[in-house]
């Protein structure tokens, strides 16, 4: 904690991304797009004697935190082209996926921390197109009392550091052929001698896209009396009849799904048997929307080809150009499309493969198919402009997520050795291996230098390597793969001008296993009792760097009568007529100091889910528990079941459950 003279302090501060969906964290590089952040603040004050107080932060306050560039200094600010806001704008948070892309597995990384009696603060990041390439990493800062509060310390007895990394992708485009055309024909249609109609077009983007504006044609024909909201594009005079001659536009200033349009909006010179009649213009809930005006007013035929923009809801701009395609005015067919800009060429221009700290050989990875090791991939590439230059761009959100790992080979699409698996999170296991000495830190508890990865314009992608424990312990060779424009680099391709070569080299370890000599016990009588009902809760604690993360539980509870809703019985013991010892695991509460009520434990005590088992007494989650009751019972049993427990590497320890004295006390043996 840091204090202050003024006897205020704070207690937490903290930064994090929204909980555990990769596709709420994505940021799309357009200058429009956010990437929420929440930030937690908990701010005490002195009270009496040595008591601290928890306030709520002023107005004040509250509107002074914000992000910064990460940096060991308060005084920082936000990098080139990058934005914070305080109010979440009307753009979608996260990335788009359609039908055909899988969901980003749940990081079910679960941060196990105090949370502040209030609601988390809220910023939004935004990135610019122009912003530099490359992971940006971010904390918050806050001004209490002239005092600037940042997330990341270096002062000796501060535990408030904290930061988040964001790595923007390229934004998105979808193609016109993705959407479906529906063609109202005839929305407005007046008879000789005005022979005025309007044909409406709508487009419905893939599902979860929809458009929030129209920013019209870069270049409209500007025809003189065109109402001032429609921009027409194309003008068109059948050599056949200048009756059916039309006009093609759309209008800017309608981008809500009920606005309303008049004939006089389109142009106020056009001919019409009432005044200013009203045109259909909301059969389908888009605001994508174009119209085929057929009149005499129409001029010579023109075409400026100037792309149509629209800012879709998640602030990218998509760009279409308007075609015709029938000339012969046949009936139900449309008489223009969409088409989309056209493709530009990407290439790669760097891509490396390494170890976090720059190396390539580890050996931390324990092979016991939940731990995980940590490579780091650098990716650049280009794009080839109009005018044959080749700049700098992003990943797209496709190309970064298509990034793996693979076997080192000739072969550009080498598979993983059998017995192998790249992950693209970080799961709930530590990184490393186990160290003895608690002060010991691991590579990956700091945020890594990337200055220079932005610098030079090259982008980071984490990737972690996993191994099953039916694989021999070799050493195995990997490059990193990637798909761009069609065409698979690796870490080990030539080709012409273009060569990459790099790789990791990675041999697991084998998995340690604690026995029970390696734990420290702790036995609470007094966990809960009253007149029918005693529990005793033991606590297990391993070796200082190891916490366990996971209770599986026992693989063959007994089944009995009025079992608790999170229970596990390994022993049930009938000792007279009128009570009974069961000794067992409590299940599904895998945090530390968790709510546990005499129901989870057996059922049918009155009140049973108000009355609360003591279950916080050591900060470990492998406690075993035996409960004296007061009730009836058919008889006793024993399975001797095994007890599986994960700690923070992954690796399993098993165990087993022994009653000691007839049941009344449990005693823990080696599996």
Avoid at 131 to 155: D, L
Avoid at 268 to 294: D, Q
Avoid at 515 to 533: F, P, S
Avoid at 603 to 622: C, D, Q, S, Y
Wanted: proline letters at 7%.
């Amino acid at each position: 904690m840091v204090a202050q003279p003024s006897k205020c302090r704070l207690s937490r501060f903290s930064i994090s991304r929204p909980a555990n969906t990769e596709a709420a964290n994505g940021l799309y590089a357009n200058g429009r797009h956010q990437c929420e952040v929440l930030i937690d603040v908990i701010k005490e004050v002195s009270g009496a004697g040595d008591e601290w107080v928890r306030v709520r932060l002023t107005d004040e306050e509250r509107a002074s935190v914000t992000l910064v560039e990460w940096s060991e200094h308060g005084n920082q600010t936000l990098a080139p082209g990058w934005s914070c806001d305080v109010e979440k704008n009307q753009f979608t948070l996260g990335l788009w996926r359609d039908k055909s892309q899988q969901q980003e597995p749940i990081n079910d990384l679960v941060e196990r921390v105090e949370r502040s009696s209030e609601a988390p603060i809220k910023r939004y990041l935004r990135c610019d197109p122009g912003a530099p390439i490359g992971p940006a990493v971010f904390m918050a800062c806050v001004t209490i009392e002239s005092c600037i509060y940042t997330t990341y310390s270096f002062r000796d007895e501060a535990a408030l550091e904290s930061f988040v990394t964001l790595s923007p992708v390229r934004p998105m485009s979808w193609d016109a052929d993705d959407m479906d055309l529906y063609v109202d024909y005839l929305a407005y249609a007046s008879a000789p001698p005005y022979r005025t109609s309007v044909d409406v077009y709508y487009w419905t983007p893939p599902g979860g896209l929809w458009v929030v504006k129209s920013m019209g044609f870069d270049s409209p024909l500007s025809l003189p009396g065109e109402g001032k909201d429609f921009q027409s594009v194309l003008s068109w005079h059948s050599p056949l009849d200048n009756t059916s001659s039309s006009r093609v536009g759309t209008f800017i200033n309608k981008d809500e799904l009920d606005s309303t349009l008049h004939l006089h909006e389109i142009d106020a010179g056009l001919p019409a048997p009432s005044p200013n009649p009203l045109i259909p213009f909301n059969k389908r809930p888009t605001v994508l929307r174009a119209i085929r005006l057929k009149s005499e007013l129409v001029p010579a035929s023109r075409d400026t080809k100037s792309f149509w923009r629209v800012l879709d809801n998640y602030g990218n701009e998509q760009k279409f150009l308007v075609k015709q395609i029938d000339s012969m005015n046949l009936p139900g067919v449309p008489f223009f499309k969409l088409t989309g800009e056209i493709v530009r060429t990407l290439r790669v221009t760097h891509f490396k493969i390494m170890l976090p700290g720059g190396g390539t050989f580890t050996d931390e990875l324990y092979a016991n198919s939940r731990h995980q090791c940590k490579v780091v991939v650098e990716v650049a590439i280009e794009q080839r402009q109009t005018d044959g230059y080749w700049l700098p761009v992003r990943l797209s959100e496709a190309e970064r997520n298509g990034l793996t790992v693979t076997l080192y080979s000739p072969n550009v699409n080498e598979p993983l050795p059998e017995g192998w698996s790249c992950d693209k999170e970080k799961n709930i296991y530590d990184t490393g291996l186990w160290r003895t000495r608690i002060d010991e830190v691991r590579p990956d508890q700091k945020p890594e230098a990337v200055t220079g990865h932005a610098q030079r314009q090259v982008e980071i992608v984490d990737r972690y390597l996993r191994v099953d424990p039916s694989v021999p312990i070799d050493e195995r060779r990997f490059m990193a793969s990637i798909e761009i424009s069609g065409v698979t680099y690796t870490t080990n391709y030539s080709d012409g001008d273009v060569a990459f070569d790099s790789y990791v080299v990675v041999r697991p370890v084998r998995l340690y296993q604690l026995r029970v000599e390696n734990l420290t016990r702790y036995h609470d009588k007094d966990a809960y009792h009253d007149e029918y009902y005693d529990v005793d809760v033991y606590y297990w604690s391993p070796p200082a760097g190891l916490h366990f993360l996971v209770n599986k539980g026992l693989d063959a509870p007994l089944s009995v009568i009025k079992e608790g809703l999170n229970f596990q019985t390994s022993y049930f013991n009938k000792m007279g007529a009128g009570y009974y010892y069961k000794g067992g695991v409590v299940i599904n509460k895998d945090i530390i100091g968790p709510v546990v009520v005499l129901d989870d434990i057996v059922l049918g005590a009155p009140h049973g889910n108000e009355k609360v088992i003591w279950f916080n007494m050591r900060p470990t989650i492998m406690r075993a528990v035996v409960a004296r009751v007061t009730a009836p019972s058919p008889g006793s049993g024993d399975t001797e079941s095994q007890w599986r427990l994960l700690d923070n590497y992954g690796c399993e320890h098993v165990f087993r459950l022994r009653k000691f004295w007839d049941g009344l006390e449990l005693e823990l043996v080696d599996g």
